[in-house]
């Protein structure tokens, strides 16, 4: 007799997933996480805590309301960190009842301490009063989740030198930053931090940024993002960081040299498994400190799964979720669907992007037709009210048969209405149902329309010459 059925390590988004998950399906579950680290790296230090900082600084700087009201328009004149951190807290304590309430609701009990591999279908659980406890378990859920990747050659201070953890702890806002890679997270903070008002510069040793995403929409970014003083070094790496009294000096291996208050890392993620004796329990992890799933999540060890960030790509909350979900049901025995390919992707930089399906690039390498449509807010309505004017909505649609092939969304609102398209492809819509539909007035979403209606209008053109 085990002492649960299903034990999860790690309280993050797949964590909680999987627990509840397990729970409805009337396993005795339990979770294994540090007091202080309830709903894991998600809620204390990665995604809630940095888009609640977005949402601080957009308010606090006025930056949204500076086409209607002037660029001098501020709502605070000296922003500290003390205003950022807040709202930050406010929203983290928010949401780690939330996740206690629903984890105690559903009989999920919390084992507070870490968690280590006895064998297969046990674990050394160290509370830190110095003696460990053996938990035994039929199944477990690896969900460990990640930390910054810091590389050996850096000396991080926490201070001067610190990773995507670490600067939302900085004790000031900087007057200058230099952003080490231009990658989601990366990018994320280089646009909050400039909105502040901080000189940043962003060393990137590819050519672009975020180059899984439609070009024209990174364009659009990069134009917004140089209007606020940010400078791109892209084709460069940093060869050296040296901190001095006041500020750190960044030497590039192309000879420049940069001064800034504050060094920010941004050099991807890192499976968060050293301490997890994995091999224990039979398992391994690679360089990167991620494990090797099969479809249903299930690792080389047959009662052993895991989920989200540990085992890579995607990493995405979102799809950590899903994860968690899909690995209990299978560990239970219970039939599954398998995640839908469309899957949409969210930046919260400033301003955000979304989008779900194909980019132009994939398909002209796939050499697949398609016509574009464009929608841009400030030819509608609800764009003009809420100060947008830069903000665009691109329909990637077959010229055969209609379908969506793709939606890209750049401006206020992106990671929302992105899923309207996310729903047409999913239940294998055309553009013929975006052209019928009747949109609330005004709106963003009305985008969608106005889109679809262009796009329509090219292939209309087309099939005319063709006749």
Known sequence: MYDYDLLVLGSGPSG????????????????????????????????????????AVLYL???????LYGSSYRVKEDITVADLAARTQHVISRQTDVIRNQLARNKVS????TGRFADAHSVWVDAGSGRETRVSFDKAVVAAGTRPARPDSVDFDDRTIVDSDG???????????????????????????????????????????????DEEIVESLKYHLRD???????????????????????????????????????????????DLALEAAG???????????????????????????????PALASTS????????????????RSMSDLQPIGIYTIPEISFVGKTE???????????????????????????????????????EDGRLLGVHVFGTGATEIVHIGQAVMGCGGTVDYLLDAVFNYPTLAEAYKVAALDAANKIRNITRIND
């Not at 700087?61 to 086409?67: E, V």
């Open 16 to 55: 909680q997933k999987a627990a509840i998950a397990a729970a409805k399906l009337g396993r005795r579950v339990a979770i294994v996480d540090r007091r202080d680290m309830l709903g894991g790296v998600c809620i204390n230090t990665g995604t809630v805590p940095s888009k609640t900082l977005r949402e």
């Open 61 to 67: 700087t006025g930056l949204s309301q500076r086409d």
């Open 110 to 113: 919390l084992i507070t301490g």
């Open 167 to 213: 600067v939302i702890n900085l004790q000031a806002v900087p007057r200058s930053m230099v952003v080490v890679g231009a990658g989601v997270i990366g990018m994320e903070y280089a646009s909050l931090f400039a909105a502040l008002g901080t000189k940043v510069t962003v060393v990137e040793r590819r050519p672009r940024m975020l180059d899984f995403c």
């Open 228 to 274: 606020l003083s940010v400078t791109f070094r892209f084709g460069e790496e940093v060869a050296a960081v040296e901190k001095h009294r006041s500020a750190a000096l960044c030497v590039l291996r192309s000879g420049k040299k940069i001064v800034a208050d504050t060094v920010m890392y941004s050099a991807g993620r890192q499976g968060q498994t050293d």
């Open 283 to 313: 398992l391994t992890a690679d360089h990167r400190g991620r494990i090797t799933v099969d479809a249903d999540y299930r690792t080389a060890v047959d009662n052993i799964y895991a989920v989200g960030d540990v085992i890579g790509f």
């Open 321 to 336: 979720m899903e994860q968690g979900r899909l690995a209990a049901q299978h560990a239970c025995g219970e039939p599954a």
């Open 361 to 399: 690039e994939d398909l002209t390498e796939a050499s697949v037709p398609f016509e574009v449509g464009i929608a841009r807010y400030r030819e509608l309505a609800r764009g003009q009210i809420v100060g947008d004017s830069y903000g665009m909505l691109k329909l990637l649609v077959s010229p």
